[in-house]
């Protein structure tokens, strides 16, 4: 490789960008492996092969065609990993719906906020997982579900006019709905309403460009937004993984992030579908010990995660006793990862090539990969060099100046793995991604002669804690409607084992008082319990800019000290 002169580096390819679209591409997987199996789900104790799954996914994609869904309509999944989550994503698709991910973790305010963000107007949903009630919830907001009839009108959410549930644990979807909800029998009785040929002239239709994905991120500040993804974002983010990670039909990855962040959805499901490769789920909601038993059981080659995954799996007190020799691959990303975690799932993982990976949603997701022919030690500083046929450069915050190398800057990437842009808010669009088509990441670091790229920082607030990207704004907002609290400010702290945790400095108003345990039974069951503040301090005042400004990192500060 050419030595580069300053921090910016376009990586070209041998191999050029995919054009089809997933369905179209998918289909070409399908006829080349029609007996190899597509995916495994150990917890449903299912496993269907590429020809049953396309099969299901058509029937679906005519039963919702049927319904009178179609191209452009958004259709959202608020549901744990299962295998109908996977069959809602390739149906959508195929006949150019969007598919909205929800986070199973929300709650009623959030999933509205969502829900109406992105204007959806079908929802998939699971009955309930542990403590979560998601029909109860969904018939707390909109009380028209009360009623009998399965197409309503929605006063809160006047977009939205259908709710399919289904059970993951009933593979004949025998269980009777709760009043006003669909079920999953009655979308694949609408399938007989139309043809096959009419399904495939509906995906001829479809165009690459098209948008067919709508994922939640955020900023540093406000809440999510609706990052739009295309059929040709996706499809060739997933495609060029796989080349990188050298995957092939007989790869078998385990997946234990969840399905409804881009690192789930592309990077685990489209990647294995993209080559033929087989999806093996080993519980609906991550699981260590369940990791562990699924890649000695289905003899997993690969296997994906955030650095925690893989603490917790380190730590098992079971480890020693499952055969984890069948790994070679897989991709650690979300968060930093330690040198002597990455030793330790070299040696003792046996997983020889795990990659490091980096991106973020509004990039498809993936910006960067280090290489299994990289040294240790690019591999445990580095996040490797962007993927071909994308751009990256590292700037000046202050001039929007190309660095020098070496120089620490903000991250900036261009190419075909751009968004869309945020849906409806074309504002906060233009301030993510400028004229010529650069998007700034927020993130800082620095870039060396051969193009490896060093994450030093981040310009953002954002939290990451266990790789789940955690916005305080939000936070502070919803505190901040405690009749106790006069001012709030919401921060990461360091954290051994998740990476970051969320802290919260409250000011109270004159003559209360509060707990720390009130101030999180206030945020249970309103905001997902990743968010809520494991550490809580009650201050008199902040600190501030003369201009006055929070100075949330001398508090972060005065809390690591703190917390030694």
């Known amino acids: 490789m050419t030595k580069l002169t300053t921090s910016y580096f376009h990586r070209g390819g041998k191999t050029p960008l995919l054009g089809q679209t997933i369905p179209e591409f998918f289909l070409s997987i399908v006829n080349q492996f029609p007996e190899q199996e597509a995916v495994v789900s150990l917890p449903q104790q299912r496993r269907l092969t590429y020809q049953a799954f396309s099969d299901a996914t058509d029937e679906l994609a005519k039963g919702l065609l049927g319904l009178g869904f179609k ?285 490091i990976g980096y991106g973020e949603t509004e990039a498809s997701p993936l910006t960067h990969l280090t290489t299994r022919d990289d040294s240790f030690e690019r591999r445990i500083n580095t996040v490797g060099h962007n993927l071909p046929h994308q751009e990256v450069k590292i700037i000046n915050t202050d001039t929007g100046a190309t660095v020098p190398l070496g120089e620490i800057g903000e991250i900036c990437f261009r190419g075909y793995h751009i968004m869309r842009g945020y849906y409806g808010q074309a504002e906060k669009t233009a301030e993510t991604v400028d004229e010529s088509g650069w998007l700034f990441s927020g993130d800082l670091g620095t870039m060396d002669e051969y193009g490896y790229v060093q994450i030093t920082g981040r310009r953002k607030e954002m939290i990451i804690r266990g790789g789940e990207n955690i916005y305080p704004r939000e936070i502070e907002d919803f505190i901040f409607t405690h009749p106790k609290v006069a001012e709030v400010a919401v921060f990461g702290v360091p954290d051994e084992f998740y990476g970051e945790q969320v802290a919260a400095w409250i000011e109270l108003h004159d003559g209360e008082s509060a707990t720390e345990d009130e101030i999180r039974e206030f945020c249970k069951d309103e905001i997902a319990h990743f968010k809520i503040p494991k550490y809580i301090r009650f201050v008199e005042t902040f600190p501030m800019t003369v201009t006055g400004k929070v100075q949330k990192f001398k508090m972060r500060e005065e809390m690591i000290k703190e917390l030694d």
């Open 71 to 355: 191209h452009g309509d958004r259709i959202g999944v608020w549901s744990t990993n299962n295998i109908e989550w996977l069959l809602v994503q390739m149906a959508t698709a195929r006949i150019g719906a969007i598919l909205v991910n929800i986070n199973p973790a929300y709650r009623p305010k959030e999933l509205a906020y969502a829900l109406e963000r992105s204007e959806v107007q079908g929802l998939f949903v699971i009955p309930r997982f542990r403590n979560s009630d998601y029909v109860g919830m969904l018939q707390e907001l909109i009380p028209e579900l009360q009623g009998n009839n399965t197409e309503f009108t929605s006063k809160t959410l006047p977009n939205l006019h259908r709710i399919v549930v289904y059970n993951p644990d009933d593979p004949l979807h025998t269980e009777t709905p709760a009043p006003g909800f669909t079920s999953w029998q009655e979308v694949i009785h609408a399938a007989e309403t139309i043809s096959q040929q009419e399904l495939d002239e509906q995906t001829l239709k479809l165009d690459r460009d098209d948008v067919i994905n709508i994922q939640y991120t955020s900023g540093t500040t406000g809440f999510p937004k609706a990052v739009m993804l295309t059929h040709h974002n996706i499809l060739n983010n997933a495609w060029f993984s796989a080349q990188a990670m050298h995957f092939t039909e007989l790869d078998r990855l385990v997946v234990p992030v969840p399905f409804y962040h881009c690192f789930g959805m592309v990077l685990a499901n489209l990647l294995c579908f993209s080559v033929g490769a087989c999806l093996v789920i080993s519980s609906e909601h991550f699981d260590a010990e369940k990791v562990l038993k699924a890649i000695a059981e289905e003899k997993c080659t690969a296997i994906h995660g955030v650095p925690t995954m893989f603490i917790a799996q380190l730590e098992c007190k079971d480890f020693d006793n499952y055969d984890l020799s069948s790994l070679r691959t897989g991709i650690m990303a979300g968060a930093p990862c330690p040198p002597e975690l990455m030793k330790h799932v070299i040696n003792d993982m046996h997983c020889n090539e795990i990659l």
